[in-house]
């Protein structure tokens, strides 16, 4: 047990489960005991009905931690602000907390499970006195999958109860999938005093639970997303023989009206949400995408040896700025109703706004501290990092396979960053080992995602870094024997083939290359061909990229020869990056699988090192 063991159960608790038929006894018992220790004025069991809803936004604009959007506009929205201290992911304050810190790894903060206890424990100590303890049932996966699980937040915030609502399968719901014995992932938050000199998440994945307090933003707070879908989800994948990835899942419906699913990894702020959405131009007619998740994906093999994969999360938190009807129009209608937005600017009649939205910037604009804007100041309105929470039923391009418990088979995975430079538009690994040499070997620019610089280059493998609930050499050959030749539910395993993209290499001037957005499609077609054996492609020493016309422009106004740059290779550029990915490798010590150093060293020799 990680904390010490406490007092006889609150009947008083008792009496607020009675309302639902089952009663959990584990549960009952674990919500006994935080209260016992957080002392909430009083607690609430949250069904997810509408009325509760309802009675919590009423709540939250009374006390002003929400604003009503205009009514007309945004219909059943609301506009809140966090802490100007807590817009992001914390990653420095983010732990995993296991026995020994070799289980954590070289890329993950390590917290003992008695610092823990005696750092963090402490700080939950009468931390919810004055204030209402919500306790929050949710199903993370289409309720009823083989691939759902369930999972419990305790939370003293309303807005994280609410953004529950629309994130996850929220309610009555979870408590009947719990059922009387059912297993739960423990989360406990609290927003404490949202100082980050007290702000700790702390990850304990041998025991299925978490601890974050000292924030309500985000990844940091709503528990069921980084926290459990990913880090604590990711160490169950290991030993269950799975995985949990930070990946959209998109179907692609091609002119003969057959889908194909691909699942793909990019970094925060790096474009999942804009891929998963991505309207074709109109020389694409025949095309049309199905968004079946725009962040998390749990991937299983299906009876036919092939990966499938289901999307654990039933709304977007989707960055805000940049997003307009002419980026992803897909996203603008899905948030014309019943969403959240945080951190965006607010108008004088009741709106969000952002940069880059579209049109002129509104007079009367205040911004997400909650100053009055003047528009053109070099201060931006919208913290970039700002988002809206809305549900993904609302998506026009949602796919009819999105609640399906079966979820989609995956034909291609593809890897992403944002590189101003080096890194082609395309390429294509030689083959699956290859291909998880490549996903290792992910750099990426920092973002707006997490507190700290943005724009400096980082090894973001597999676009997980801050995300993995263990050592990320374990991770990796976790990879590797996904897809070592064999059996999987006695039929032959069928691997996708695995891919890289960069849509935002940079001319010298600083310009991005590539148009991206709806006119990504032409890279999914490419990689679709590709993997179904069909395509042309040349070799590089990094992969396959598109042989010269083997990637479709037709229609595609761009300057000369930025396609030759976009698909360049430079051996050199390559070669001079190579100590530094094998610095990064060499920090994994004999975690490092075998595999991963005989493919770094074959493509050192190809690049003539
Ligand atoms: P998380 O939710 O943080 O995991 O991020 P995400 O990967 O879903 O990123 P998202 O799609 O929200 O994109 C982040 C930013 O990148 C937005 O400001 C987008 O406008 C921008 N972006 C997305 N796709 C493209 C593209 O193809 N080209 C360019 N230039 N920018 C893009
Ligand atoms: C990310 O940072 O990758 C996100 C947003 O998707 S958060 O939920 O804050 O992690
Ligand atoms: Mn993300």
Same mark, same amino acid.
């Given at each position: 047990?990680?904390?010490?063991?406490?007092?006889?159960?609150?009947?008083?608790?008792?009496?607020?489960?009675?309302?639902?038929?089952?009663?959990?006894?584990?549960?009952?018992?674990?919500?006994?005991?935080?209260?016992?220790?957080?002392?909430?004025?009083?607690?609430?069991?949250?069904?997810?009905?509408?009325?509760?809803?309802?009675?919590?936004?009423?709540?939250?604009?009374?006390?002003?931690?929400?604003?009503?959007?205009?009514?007309?506009?945004?219909?059943?929205?609301?506009?809140?602000?966090?802490?100007?201290?807590?817009?992001?992911?914390?990653?420095?304050?983010?732990?995993?907390?296991?026995?020994?810190?070799?289980?954590?790894?070289?890329?993950?903060?390590?917290?003992?499970?008695?610092?823990?206890?005696?750092?963090?424990?402490?700080?939950?100590?009468?931390?919810?006195?004055?204030?209402?303890?919500?306790?929050?049932?949710?199903?993370?996966?289409?309720?009823?999958?083989?691939?759902?699980?369930?999972?419990?937040?305790?939370?003293?915030?309303?807005?994280?109860?609410?953004?529950?609502?629309?994130?996850?399968?929220?309610?009555?719901?979870?408590?009947?999938?719990?059922?009387?014995?059912?297993?739960?992932?423990?989360?406990?938050?609290?927003?404490?005093?949202?100082?980050?000199?007290?702000?700790?998440?702390?990850?304990?994945?041998?025991?299925?639970?978490?601890?974050?307090?000292?924030?309500?933003?985000?990844?940091?707070?709503?528990?069921?997303?980084?926290?459990?879908?990913?880090?604590?989800?990711?160490?169950?994948?290991?030993?269950?023989?799975?995985?949990?990835?930070?990946?959209?899942?998109?179907?692609?419906?091609?002119?003969?009206?057959?889908?194909?699913?691909?699942?793909?990894?990019?970094?925060?702020?790096?474009?999942?949400?804009?891929?998963?959405?991505?309207?074709?131009?109109?020389?694409?007619?025949?095309?049309?995408?199905?968004?079946?998740?725009?962040?998390?994906?749990?991937?299983?093999?299906?009876?036919?040896?092939?990966?499938?994969?289901?999307?654990?999360?039933?709304?977007?938190?989707?960055?805000?700025?940049?997003?307009?009807?002419?980026?992803?129009?897909?996203?603008?209608?899905?948030?014309?109703?019943?969403?959240?937005?945080?951190?965006?600017?607010?108008?004088?009649?009741?709106?969000?706004?952002?940069?880059?939205?579209?049109?002129?910037?509104?007079?009367?604009?205040?911004?997400?501290?909650?100053?009055?804007?003047?528009?053109?100041?070099?201060?931006?309105?919208?913290?970039?990092?700002?988002?809206?929470?809305?549900?993904?039923?609302?998506?026009?391009?949602?796919?009819?396979?999105?609640?399906?418990?079966?979820?989609?088979?995956?034909?291609?995975?593809?890897?992403?960053?944002?590189?101003?430079?080096?890194?082609?538009?395309?390429?294509?690994?030689?083959?699956?080992?290859?291909?998880?040499?490549?996903?290792?070997?992910?750099?990426?620019?920092?973002?707006?995602?997490?507190?700290?610089?943005?724009?400096?280059?980082?090894?973001?493998?597999?676009?997980?870094?801050?995300?993995?609930?263990?050592?990320?050499?374990?991770?990796?050959?976790?990879?590797?024997?996904?897809?070592?030749?064999?059996?999987?539910?006695?039929?032959?395993?069928?691997?996708?083939?695995?891919?890289?993209?960069?849509?935002?290499?940079?001319?010298?001037?600083?310009?991005?290359?590539?148009?991206?957005?709806?006119?990504?499609?032409?890279?999914?077609?490419?990689? *679709?061909? !590709?993997?179904?054996? %069909? &395509?042309? $492609?040349? @070799?590089? =020493?990094?992969?396959?990229?598109?042989?010269?016309?083997?990637?479709?422009?037709?229609?595609?106004?761009?300057?000369?020869?930025?396609?030759?740059? *976009?698909? !360049?290779?430079?051996? %050199? &550029?390559? $070669?001079? @990056?190579? =100590?530094?990915?094998?610095?990064?490798?060499?920090?994994?010590?004999?975690?490092?699988?075998?595999?991963?150093?005989?493919?770094?060293?074959?493509?050192?020799? !190809?690049?003539?090192?």
């Amino acid at each position: 047990m990680l904390r010490p063991r406490l007092g006889i159960p609150l009947l008083f608790f008792h009496s607020r489960l009675s309302r639902f038929s089952r009663v959990n006894r584990a549960l009952q018992t674990w919500v006994d005991e935080v209260a016992s220790v957080t002392k909430p004025q009083r607690v609430v069991w949250c069904d997810g009905s509408d009325a509760e809803n309802e009675r919590l936004i009423a709540q939250m604009l009374a006390d002003e931690t929400l604003q009503k959007c205009n009514p007309e506009k945004f219909p059943n929205s609301y506009y809140h602000r966090s802490h100007p201290s807590d817009v992001a992911r914390t990653e420095h304050l983010t732990f995993i907390s296991t026995d020994k810190k070799e289980d954590a790894g070289p890329t993950n903060n390590w917290m003992s499970p008695e610092q823990a206890r005696e750092r963090v424990w402490p700080l939950f100590s009468n931390a919810m006195k004055g204030r209402t303890m919500y306790v929050v049932p949710y199903v993370m996966g289409p309720l009823g999958s083989p691939f759902s699980k369930v999972g419990i937040e305790i939370t003293d915030s309303a807005y994280v109860a609410i953004s529950m609502r629309i994130m996850t399968r929220m309610g009555k719901a979870a408590l009947d999938q719990l059922g009387d014995n059912g297993e739960f992932v423990k989360g406990l938050h609290s927003l404490g005093d949202l100082s980050p000199e007290r702000r700790f998440i702390v990850h304990f994945p041998q025991q299925n639970e978490i601890w974050s307090i000292g924030s309500g933003y985000g990844g940091n707070a709503l528990l069921g997303k980084k926290c459990f879908a990913l880090r604590i989800a990711g160490a169950q994948a290991r030993r269950e023989g799975w995985l949990a990835e930070h990946m959209l899942i998109l179907g692609i419906q091609e002119p003969s009206g057959e889908t194909h699913y691909v699942c793909a990894a990019f970094p925060s702020a790096c474009g999942k949400t804009n891929l998963a959405m991505l309207v074709p131009p109109a020389s694409f007619n025949g095309y049309k995408i199905f968004t079946v998740g725009d962040d998390i994906a749990w991937i299983r093999f299906g009876p036919d040896g092939r990966l499938w994969a289901v999307n654990p999360e039933a709304g977007f938190f989707g960055v805000a700025p940049g997003t307009s009807e002419k980026t992803n129009p897909n996203a603008m209608a899905t948030i014309r109703k019943n969403s959240i937005f945080t951190n965006t600017a607010f108008t004088s009649d009741g709106c969000p706004w952002w940069d880059d939205m579209g049109g002129d910037a509104p007079a009367g604009v205040t911004d997400w501290k909650g100053n009055k804007w003047i528009p053109g100041s070099p201060e931006k309105a919208a913290h970039p990092n700002s988002r809206f929470t809305a549900p993904a039923r609302q998506c026009p391009s949602i796919s009819p396979k999105f609640e399906d418990p079966l979820g989609v088979p995956i034909s291609a995975f593809i890897f992403g960053a944002r590189r101003a430079s080096l890194v082609p538009l395309v390429y294509e690994s030689f083959d699956w080992n290859h291909g998880v040499y490549v996903g290792s070997s992910v750099a990426s620019e920092t973002t707006a995602a997490a507190t700290g610089a943005v724009g400096v280059l980082r090894r973001d493998p597999f676009a997980m870094l801050p995300f993995c609930g263990y050592n990320m050499g374990d991770y990796f050959s976790h990879w590797l024997t996904m897809g070592a030749p064999g059996n999987a539910n006695g039929v032959a395993k069928k691997m996708p083939k695995v891919f890289h993209v960069n849509w935002f290499r940079k001319s010298a001037e600083g310009k991005f290359l590539w148009p991206g957005f709806g006119e990504n499609i032409r890279v999914l077609q490419w990689i *679709l061909e !590709r993997s179904r054996g %069909k &395509g042309t $492609a040349v @070799e590089s =020493p990094i992969g396959y990229i598109p042989a010269k016309g083997g990637l479709n422009t037709a229609g595609l106004q761009m300057q000369p020869n930025a396609m030759d740059e *976009l698909l !360049r290779i430079d051996p %050199k &550029g390559w $070669a001079a @990056e190579a =100590p530094q990915l094998t610095d990064f490798y060499n920090k994994f010590g004999d975690r490092l699988p075998a595999e991963i150093r005989r493919q770094h060293q074959m493509q050192m020799k !190809r690049l003539g090192l």
